[in-house]
C-alpha cells in the first residue's frame, strides 16, 4: 500500500513517524529515509533506541530556501537509491519529505512512481511533504491532506525543540 501526507498543514512527518512506531511494536521492520533533513530531530533520539527502526538523512539543512545546490541533487539521488535497496529488507519504508524534493526537482517524478511499481506487495510506503504531484496522489492507495487553519508562528512563536524539532 502507498501512502501520501501533504497540504499546508503541521503533522505530516509526525504522523508517518506514529505509524513507525506502530509498526515496529507490532514486530515490523522500518526504514525512515529523510530528504533534505541534515540535522538531528529530536524523534530520532526516542526512534534510535528501537532496534527495528534505522533512519538516514539526506541533507545539507533543514529546508532550502534558495536555489537547489549540485550537493543538494546529489544527496536526494542518494536517498532514493537507499530506499530502491530498502524496498526488500523492509516492512515500512517512509520517504519523509520527498514531495518538497519532487517539487524542487531534486528528483523527477518518474524516478519516485518506478520505485513505488517496484516495492513488494507487503510493503507500506509512506510519502510526505507539501506539494504532492498529481502522479503521487494518482498512484496512492491512502492521501491524506494536513490543512493549516491557525498556526502559532503567525503570532512570532518560533520552532521550540521537542515540539517541532
Do not use: W
Not at 28 to 50: D, N, P, T, V
Not at 158 to 163: E, H, K, N, S
Amino acid at each position: 500500500m502507498i501512502q501520501v501526507y501533504t497540504g499546508s498543514g503541521k503533522g505530516k512527518t509526525t504522523a508517518a513517524f506514529g505509524l513507525a512506531l506502530r509498526a515496529a511494536g507490532a514486530g515490523k521492520k522500518i526504514y525512515i529515509c529523510q530528504f533534505l533533513k541534515g540535522r538531528c530531530y529530536s524523534e530520532e533520539s526516542a526512534l534510535e533506541k528501537l532496534r527495528n527502526i534505522r533512519v538516514e538523512r539526506f541533507g545539507t539543512t533543514c529546508l532550502i530556501r534558495k536555489k537547489p545546490s549540485a550537493k543538494d541533487i546529489l544527496l536526494a539521488k542518494k536517498a532514493l537509491t537507499q530506499a530502491k535497496k530498502a524496498l526488500k529488507k523492509f516492512d515500512l519504508i517512509i520517504l519523509d519529505e520527498i514531495n518538497v524534493a519532487l517539487k524542487l526537482k531534486l528528483l523527477g517524478v518518474d524516478d519516485v512512481l518506478n520505485l513505488l511499481k517496484r516495492a513488494p506487495r507487503k510493503t507500506e510506503l509512506v510519502l510526505t511533504g507539501r506539494y504532492a504531484p498529481k502522479e503521487i496522489l494518482k498512484a496512492a492507495d491512502l492521501v491524506s491532506e494536513v490543512k493549516e487553519v491557525k498556526h502559532y508562528y503567525q503570532k512570532g512563536v518560533r520552532a521550540r525543540r521537542g515540539i517541532e524539532f
